[in-house]
Every structure is written in C-alpha cells, then in structure tokens.
C-alpha cells in the first residue's frame, strides 16, 4: 500500500548522514550535530556553540555576591548596644552622669563592658553639702561651659544611660586627660548621656549587673 511506500522513503531519508564538508574540525570550539539530517534541506544542521558564561564550576553563589552585601556604614550605630547593664550610683554624681555635666566616672575594679549602660540612683539622700561641694567641682573644672544643673536628684529610680566608650587604668587617664575628674584606679569614659524625663523605681548595686 501506498502507506508502507512513504515509510520506506522516511527509512531512506533518516540513513543519510551530513556531507564531511559539514563537520567541524575536531580542534574547534564549534561543535556541530553528527546525527541525521537531510542533505535536499539547503541550509546546515543546527550548531551548538559552548558558553562559559555563568561557569559557577561548583562555587557558592553567597561567595560570588558577598561583595555586593549591605553593610551598616554609620560607627557610631554600630558601637551602641543595649544588653540591659545597670549601674547604681550615689546622688548627686548619678544624676550629673546621665546630664552628660560629668563625664567620667571613678571605680575601683576594671569591666569590659561597652555600650550602652544604664544608671540608677541608690537609696541614699544626698545632703544640701554634698550637693553645693559637687556642683562646686564641676564649675571650677568647666569653667568655659554653661552648665545647668539639675533641681532635685531623685534617689531609688532608673535616671537614665550613657554609652561607654572604654575603661582605663589611671596611669592611662591621667595621660589622656591630665586635668581630669577623677583619681580613681580605673576610670569609665562616657558619651551619648539620656536623661530620662519620667523615673522609674528601681533597686540596684554598685556594679555593672
């Protein structure tokens, strides 16, 4: 039947292969299809052409961006952190603390804490003198400074914090601030002082806790 005639010519035409002329020279980077194709077609076999484009050759692809990450530009953000430090502290220095009027506070053990620390006050009340002798102090050593100082030094509750920026050995300090505020054998140095408008009540020691 007419039928198993044009299966032999479909037969016929798959067995022919492509002319030699159509095969590219084994030391090219072109390599073309040696399967079956029909010679009466006049244009040549599909070719495929390799890319090296994109050859991640089994590399992370978190490798080939980390260059392209974003990073948090600003220094000061990034050295302020809060892991809920308290530190309790006699009035009226406290309040003097978190009002940025002092700056550096005296201890007599060494911590490695940096960043944020918050100040409380302890339960003691200062007198009317401990008040005029500190306030006293801070004039004499600042004298250039318009200084404000506070109305009342609330005793017992969270005033407020301030970021540490180190804590030096006296030998230390008194080679970077010569004319400084304190004697003592270390010394905190302080910036970034928030004064809290509304206190809240608390209980608290003489150490970072």
Not at 58 to 69: A, D, F, I, P, Y
Not at 178 to 201: A, C, F, I, M, W
């Amino acid at each position: 039947m007419w039928s198993s005639d044009i299966a032999d010519l479909y037969s016929e035409e798959l067995a022919v292969t492509c002319p030699p002329d159509q095969h590219a020279n084994s030391n090219s980077s072109v390599a073309t299809t040696d399967g079956i194709c029909n010679p009466n077609i006049p244009i040549k076999a599909p070719q495929f052409i390799a890319s090296h484009i994109h050859s991640f050759t089994g590399q992370k692809l978190t490798n080939l961006v980390s260059n392209n990450t974003a990073r948090l530009q600003d220094n000061s953000l990034q050295e302020m952190k809060d892991e809920g430090k308290c530190l309790s502290m006699h009035q009226p220095w406290a309040s003097l603390l978190v009002m940025g009027i002092k700056r550096h506070e005296g201890r007599v053990w060494y911590t490695p804490h940096r960043g944020r620390l918050w100040i409380a006050s302890t339960v003691k009340e200062p007198s009317a003198d401990d008040i005029k002798t500190v306030e006293q102090l801070y004039k004499s050593l600042y004298t250039g400074r318009d200084i404000k100082f506070p109305v009342n030094y609330p005793t017992s509750c969270l005033l407020g914090s301030v970021e540490v920026l180190d804590c030096l050995s006296q030998e230390d300090y008194e080679a970077m601030h010569p004319d400084g505020e304190s004697n003592s054998p270390y010394v905190l140095l302080t910036d970034h002082h928030l004064h809290l408008n509304v206190k809240l009540q608390v209980s608290g020691k003489h150490k970072i806790c």
